[in-house]
Nanobody
Framework: QVQLVESGGGLVQAGGSLKLSCVAS????????MAWFRQTPGKERELVAR???????NYADSVSGRFVISRDNVKNAVYLQMNNLKPGDTAVYYCNADPGWGTSPSNGASWGQGTQVTVSP
């Protein structure tokens, strides 16, 4: 497992943009699945976007066309560019490094501490 540190969260008005960054303590080149999840109080953590070493990228329907995920295996980092933000995007965003490519996070996955994103109307 690797340690993950997120940054880039903050307060933004609706329609604005933010870019989240996640830096890993070790190499991510062999980590199959780098992803971003988000969670709001009282709700389960949900997948926002994921990117695989095989080049496959998935987005939640709610963010498709607005968010872009990317990874840099040299810098051991994964990014989430969030555009046209909406109040419904308000959540704590978590970086995830998973050795698997399943429908839910595996037991071997690593998580960051989370970064708050707040979108005002």
């Amino acid at each position: 497992q690797v340690q993950l540190v997120e940054s880039g969260g903050g307060l933004v008005q609706a329609g604005g943009s933010l870019k989240l960054s996640c830096v890993a303590s070790g190499s991510i080149s062999n980590i199959i699945n780098m992803a971003w999840f988000r969670q709001t109080p009282g709700k389960e953590r949900e997948l926002v976007a994921r990117i695989g070493t095989h080049g496959v990228i998935n987005y939640a329907d709610s963010v498709s066309g607005r968010f872009v995920i990317s990874r840099d295996n040299v810098k051991n980092a994964v990014y989430l560019q969030m555009n046209n933000l909406k109040p419904g995007d308000t959540a704590v965003y978590y970086c995830n490094a998973d050795p698997g490519w399943g429908t839910s996070p595996s037991n071997g996955a690593s998580w960051g501490q989370g970064t708050q994103v707040t979108v005002s109307p």
